[in-house]
């Protein structure tokens, strides 16, 4: 910081310099990384950024050819990556571009992708309907009360099909709470929040 120095300043100067050369950024050795960032920035911006622009191109044109396309037909072509079901709603993808009357066990043009299940059980995810009604009907998924339970709806009803017909709604629970705050115990309970 001094505009001049003593002797002995500069021979301390001196000594801490040798010492210190291999930590010390001279503006040479500045000006040399400045360049270095300049031509990284230069390759990544000219170079990198066009071929990942130009990948995700080709990689959006890859995924939205992956569609659905209707329930199998021996007549049609179909092509690489389109998706039909056969009659039993297993689902099926094309691995390359496929030539009308190809069958579906040609594993040279197709590959099975998924198969249909069993219908599983019905959920418990409903929507109150209130009180049951004799003139009303009721789809799946409806809950309703009825003799003080609540009853889910487990296949479409015509009206006056009421509960507890086993065909068509099964017992979701025995007890049934209205009140406007949540109930401390929470097994076993259906809870209806009153407004107020």
Same mark, same amino acid.
Request: with cysteine.
């Given at each position: 910081?001094?505009?001049?120095?003593?002797?002995?300043?500069q021979n301390e100067l001196n000594g801490l310099t040798t010492q210190l050369k291999d930590f010390?950024?001279?503006?040479?050795?500045?000006?040399?990384?400045?360049?270095?960032?300049?031509?990284?920035?230069?390759?990544?911006?000219?170079?990198?950024?066009?071929?990942?622009?130009?990948?995700?191109?080709?990689?959006?044109?890859?995924?939205?050819?992956?569609?659905?396309?209707?329930?199998?037909?021996?007549?049609?072509?179909?092509?690489?990556?389109?998706?039909?079901?056969?009659?039993?709603?297993?689902?099926?993808?094309?691995?390359?571009?496929?030539?009308?009357?190809?069958?579906?066990?040609?594993?040279?043009?197709?590959?099975?992708?998924s198969t249909k299940g069993d219908k599983g059980d019905v959920g418990l995810n409903a929507y109150?309907?209130?009180? &049951?009604?004799?003139? /009303?009907?009721? =789809?799946? %998924?409806? *809950?309703?009360?009825? @003799?003080? +339970?609540? &009853?889910?709806?487990? /296949?479409?009803? =015509?009206? %006056?099909? *009421?509960?507890?017909? @086993?065909? +068509?709604?099964?017992?979701?629970?025995?007890?049934?709470?209205?009140?406007?705050?949540?109930?401390?115990?929470?097994?076993?309970?259906?809870?209806?929040?009153?407004?107020?």
């Open positions: 910081m001094k505009p001049t120095l003593t002797s002995t300043e010390i950024i001279s503006p040479e050795v500045w000006n040399k990384f400045a360049d270095a960032l300049v031509n990284t920035q230069t390759f990544f911006t000219q170079e990198v950024s066009g071929y990942i622009e130009a990948k995700q191109a080709v990689w959006d044109t890859y995924v939205k050819s992956f569609k659905y396309i209707e329930v199998y037909n021996s007549a049609h072509a179909y092509k690489f990556q389109n998706m039909v079901k056969n009659s039993n709603g297993d689902l099926y993808l094309a691995i390359k571009d496929v030539p009308a009357g190809t069958l579906l066990t040609d594993t040279s043009y197709w590959q099975k992708i109150y309907k209130g009180d &049951y009604s004799d003139t /009303a009907t009721y =789809t799946i %998924g409806d *809950a309703v009360s009825y @003799g003080g +339970y609540i &009853y889910y709806c487990k /296949a479409a009803t =015509t009206a %006056g099909t *009421a509960p507890p017909n @086993g065909s +068509y709604w099964f017992l979701w629970d025995r007890h049934i709470v209205s009140e406007t705050e949540p109930p401390t115990r929470q097994a076993g309970l259906v809870w209806i929040k009153l407004q107020d």
